[in-house]
Each structure stands twice: as C-alpha cells, then as structure tokens.
C-alpha cells in the first residue's frame, strides 16, 4: 500500500515573526531524526519509529529499541536501531507485512548515509559499509573506534569518533587519521565557508563548537558551550543546539563565523532539549527542524532578529514534462553546484522500478529521459510514478503518470 502523505504540507512557507514553531508529527515522543521518504514521513525515536497511515499516527519498534534513523532501500525501507543490546543492528523493514529483517549486526549504530552507491553506518564498533545495503563490511583502518556521524563533500568523507576524526579523499576506499589526539568530535558539518565545524561534546571543560580548515586533520574552538549535540549547515547558515544546555545556551541557536555572534532561535520552542537538527526536503521554502524530547517542530522563519536571512537558493529544482506522459517523460533537473546525482524511479507500491542517473555531474541544467521502462528493459503498466533525486543531503521526489 502506497503510504506516500505528506501531512505537514498545510504549513504555509511565509515567516509568521520571529522563530515560530509549529509541531510537523506526534507529540509526546522522544524524537531521534526526521525523513521524508518513499513510505512518507518517518520520525525515527526513543521508541521505534512513527508514520502517518493516512488516518492515525502509528509507530513499530523492534523490541521496542530505538531507532536513530531510516532510509528507503530498494522499495522497502533500510533502518538501523539499538542501545547496546545483542538486537542491535541494521535492519530492512517491510511496510505492507510489518516486520523487520537483520542484514547487519552493530553495537549501538548512531548514524546510516548513503553517498552514491555506498551505505556508511557507524557504531559503537567502528564504521561498516555496503554497496547493497545487504552485505557489509567493517572500515579496518577506523577499528573499534566508536563512530558518531559522517560529513561528505564530493569524494571527501570525513567521520567522527571518540579520538580522532578519520578522512578519506577518495570516496572510502583508503582513510587516514586526523592529526588531533582526543577531539571527541561526535556530530559533523561541512558550511558554505568551506571550513567543517564539529560538536565536541558533554560537560568537560574541551566541550563546545570547533572548525577545520583541512578536513578535520586539525581544529580550533568556535566558543565553549557544554551539552552540545548537534551542528547543521543550510541556506548559508551554521545552527547548533543543545540538549539540558544551560542559559542562555539552550535549544537552537545560529552561529555567525564572521562576527562570532550566536543567536538564540529558542524564544518560542516549547522544548529546548534538542536531539539533532534537520529540514523538511520536500517543501520548497527554506525551514528547519528541531528533533526534540517532545516532538519535532520546524519554522519557516530563518531571521536573525527583525532582519530576514539572505536565504541562498535550494541546491536543486526538479520536474519532468510531459506529465502525464506516454511513452517517454524529460525529466529535467539543475544544480547549483557539482556532486554526486542519484536518480531513481519507483512504482505507487515503493518498489525501485529503474535508476536513471548514478553519477557525479557538473553544476547547471540537465536532462535525463525516462522511456517507460525498467531495468530489464520491458515496458512498465500505466499508472503513478515517483521519481526521486538525490544530490549530496539533498533529496526531492516528484510525481509522474504514464498513461497509455
């Protein structure tokens, strides 16, 4: 069954004055990440995940393990959960049948990414990777380090653990480690800059936001803050937030590198313990989502004080024409910079029909032809489409008929 709704689409995109929230799923949960994807909206928790079946809120756990995030995989979904028990692990989950399948064993996963055609997840036991997101296989270099979360630009991947950060240029398949000895970097962003910040986090008295000018081979402080637990970059923005942060270092705040000002977006944030930030993909307005103790709640409202953000535009516009269609659609598409393009297109069940495009691509407009037809080549049924791109931690997924 197709569970593709969109339930927050109601909230208009205009700012309603200064950091308004507003609440996009179920209250009274402890929210660990948020996706749009194939199944819908997913708020990965404390508690297993929760998804709108068109009528109620609903939710699955594995052994009522947490689950910290969740992906489509090949027309079923591909989560990963766990907080250290022998059930932890990655997980494929069938949404029409309800039930979860092991592919991977991993002690406390804390994050899943997929770049190309390769799924990272990092763990308690170190960083493992697939290119089929059913066969994995472990990082030898990273060790038994415990890995917290990943930051890709281009061929560059970067991961952070509880020692050092490990680099790559070459898209994984060689890492080195970074020089700095005991920088407990736990979440990671590339910004407009070029310069990647990190969370080192806790109380001590290290704890706070640092930056690298070469990748994570070496930081310098930002500013001192305890109980940090997340840094996002977007629209030209560097946002952070804590959870039980202590004033005036609460909830969600915007970091100027230039002016070295934070700016406090806490104001009207019902909970200011915050998991992890993030955005609503599907929405064309800039937002964004503050995953918290009690909920997710997004804003429109990117100012700083009385004075709009000069928001820079979405990476990337996405259509096709005709539509509906038949036999063949233009699916056209533009980037504002260069990276990795993935697009793929699935049927009204979520089942992966045909992959278009799986390669790097230079910025500008572009155009791929979709001729009706699946990997085998055979002519697909009349019927509603989606075709999804994915270009870096971007990812839009449109609609299209074929009508014969």
Same mark, same amino acid.
């Given at each position: 069954?197709?569970?593709?709704?969109?339930?927050?689409?109601?909230?208009?995109?205009?700012?309603?004055?200064?950091?308004?929230?507003?609440?996009?799923?179920?209250?009274?949960?402890?929210?660990?990440?948020?996706?749009?994807?194939?199944? #819908?909206?997913?708020?990965s928790a404390t508690s297993g995940f929760y998804y709108y079946d068109g009528?109620?809120?609903?939710?699955?756990?594995?052994?009522?393990?947490?689950?910290?995030?969740?992906?489509?995989?090949?027309?079923?979904?591909?989560?990963?959960? #766990?907080?250290?028990?022998?059930?932890?692990?990655?997980?494929?989950?069938?949404?029409?049948?309800? $039930?979860?399948?092991?592919?991977?064993?991993?002690?406390?996963?804390?994050?899943?990414?997929?770049?190309?055609?390769?799924?990272?997840?990092?763990?308690?036991?170190?960083?493992?990777?697939?290119?089929?997101?059913?066969?994995?296989?472990?990082?030898?270099?990273?060790?038994?380090?415990?890995?917290?979360d990943i930051a890709i630009q281009g061929d560059t991947l970067v991961v952070? $653990?509880?020692?050092?950060?490990?680099?790559?240029?070459?898209?994984?398949?060689?890492?080195?480690?970074?020089?700095?000895?005991?920088?407990?970097?736990?979440?990671?962003?590339?910004?407009?800059?070029?310069?990647?910040?990190?969370?080192?986090?806790?109380?001590?008295?290290?704890?706070?936001?640092?930056?690298?000018?070469?990748?994570?081979?070496?930081?310098?402080?930002?500013?001192?803050?305890?109980?940090?637990?997340?840094?996002?970059?977007?629209?030209?923005?560097?946002?952070?937030?804590?959870?039980?942060?202590?004033?005036?270092?609460?909830?969600?705040?915007?970091?100027?590198?230039l002016s070295q000002v934070l700016t406090s977006m806490s104001g009207n944030?019902?909970?200011?313990?915050?998991?992890?930030?993030?955005?609503?993909?599907?929405?064309?307005?800039?937002?964004?989502?503050?995953?918290?103790?009690?909920?997710?709640?997004?804003?429109?409202?990117?100012?700083?004080?009385?004075?709009?953000?000069?928001?820079?535009?979405?990476?990337?516009?996405?259509?096709?024409?005709?539509?509906?269609?038949?036999?063949?659609?233009?699916?056209?598409?533009?980037?504002?910079?260069?990276?990795?393009?993935?697009?793929?297109?699935?049927?009204?069940?979520?089942?992966?029909?045909?992959?278009?495009?799986?390669?790097?691509?230079?910025? #500008?407009?572009?155009?791929?032809?979709?001729?009706?037809?699946?990997?085998? #080549?055979?002519?697909?049924?009349?019927?509603?489409?989606?075709?999804?791109?994915?270009?870096?931690?971007?990812?839009?997924?449109?609609?299209?008929?074929?009508?014969?």
């Amino acid at each position: 069954m197709n569970r593709w709704i969109i339930v927050i689409t109601l909230l208009f995109c205009v700012a309603l004055g200064a950091y308004n929230w507003n609440i996009i799923g179920p209250s009274g949960i402890d929210v660990l990440n948020y996706r749009i994807t194939m199944s #819908g909206e997913i708020f990965s928790a404390t508690s297993g995940f929760y998804y709108y079946d068109g009528t109620n809120w609903q939710s699955d756990s594995y052994g009522n393990l947490p689950v910290k995030d969740f992906q489509d995989f090949n027309g079923v979904n591909l989560l990963i959960t #766990g907080d250290g028990s022998d059930s932890d692990g990655v997980y494929t989950y069938d949404f029409p049948t309800n $039930t979860f399948a092991i592919q991977e064993w991993v002690l406390n996963p804390h994050f899943m990414e997929q770049h190309g055609t390769n799924w990272w997840v990092g763990s308690d036991e170190g960083l493992d990777t697939s290119t089929d997101g059913l066969n994995w296989n472990t990082i030898a270099t990273v060790g038994n380090n415990p890995c917290y979360d990943i930051a890709i630009q281009g061929d560059t991947l970067v991961v952070g $653990t509880t020692t050092h950060v490990y680099i790559s240029f070459d898209n994984g398949v060689t890492w080195t480690q970074g020089q700095d000895n005991g920088n407990q970097i736990h979440r990671i962003a590339y910004h407009i800059d070029g310069k990647l910040y990190g969370i080192y986090p806790g109380s001590s008295w290290s704890s706070g936001l640092y930056s690298s000018t070469d990748h994570g081979d070496t930081w310098v402080n930002e500013f001192w803050s305890i109980n940090m637990t997340d840094v996002y970059s977007d629209y030209g923005i560097l946002f952070v937030c804590w959870n039980q942060g202590q004033p005036p270092d609460i909830g969600v705040a915007q970091w100027d590198p230039l002016s070295q000002v934070l700016t406090s977006m806490s104001g009207n944030l019902p909970h200011t313990d915050v998991n992890r930030l993030t955005e609503n993909m599907i929405i064309n307005c800039p937002n964004l989502v503050a995953c918290t103790i009690d909920g997710a709640w997004m804003t429109t409202d990117l100012t700083v004080g009385s004075n709009p953000v000069d928001v820079p535009p979405l990476q990337m516009d996405l259509w096709n024409y005709p539509n509906p269609f038949n036999p063949e659609t233009y699916i056209n598409f533009a980037l504002k910079k260069a990276g990795h393009v993935l697009i793929d297109i699935y049927n009204a069940k979520g089942q992966h029909v045909s992959t278009l495009i799986n390669a790097d691509m230079e910025a #500008g407009s572009h155009s791929v032809v979709w001729d009706g037809k699946n990997e085998s #080549g055979r002519s697909v049924k009349s019927g509603v489409y989606f075709y999804r791109m994915k270009s870096g931690r971007y990812t839009s997924t449109k609609k299209m008929i074929l009508l014969k």
